[in-house]
DNA sequence: TTTTCGTGTCGTATGTTTACGACATATAGA
DNA sequence: TCTATATGTCGTAAACATACGACACGAAAA
């Protein structure tokens, strides 16, 4: 079967919907809070931190490098994740644009 | 195997995640767009707008009735879809809050 | 050198999402 | 009543997500 006919719709609304499918667990959430608190980019002692199994946590790291609001660089023997600035503020600013396109009025039958 | 370990993260997170995943797919987002711009509380004639088949549609919608984002409202023959002004109104506010929670600093490295 | 630690990759089980055809129902009009 | 229209439900195939154990690898410490 086809299953995936998303290219069909405006590259906006697709790049908004990646977008929110990277916030769509908890665990992503939390990841992002995590590394927005410990401003220090700390390494994938991330584990500690969310209460998942290790190869799980990097899964969810992985969702979240692939829509690249964070980023993990190679420093030494450790890997040091923090929040992709640019992307992140990106991503703010389309969800800001959508919201502010979608502007429901309470008008139903 | 378990596969669902959502509940363990803190209820404001879990709401984010649930209101983002309901945002996850383009053809969700056009039907937000397309209830919010035809104001009047337009039947499932969406099928029309959005180049998916008519089953799949109302799936989307379903998700987004699921998530409280929009409400379906029966009108005789005919039902009645439009946003849950109250709902989208409150997810904004948990991203808004999310969003100020989440602030980046590039001190990568 | 051997061990340990921090990482990453692979495989795999289970569950969810996406997409749709086929069938069912219910209301309004011919 | 018969038919068309609008809608909803069921089943199902394919793809993707979630969760994790087992294994691999390389750098630093013992």
Redesign the interface.
Known sequence: MISN??E???AE??L??AY??A????????I??Y??ET???ITGDITDAI??GRTTVLQHLQVLKDSELI?G?I?GKRV?Y????ER??EM?QL?DE??E?????????
Chains 1, 2 share one sequence.
Do not use: M
Not at 23 to 30: F, T, V
């Open positions: 006919k998303s069909i719709f405006p609304q697709q908004a919907a929110a499918k916030l769509s667990h908890p665990a992503r959430i939390a992002l809070r590394l927005a401003k220090v980019c209460p998942l980023r660089d420093d040091c923090c929040i992709n600035s992140y503020n703010k969800f959508l919201f396109n979608i502007n429901p009025i309470n008008n139903c039958c």
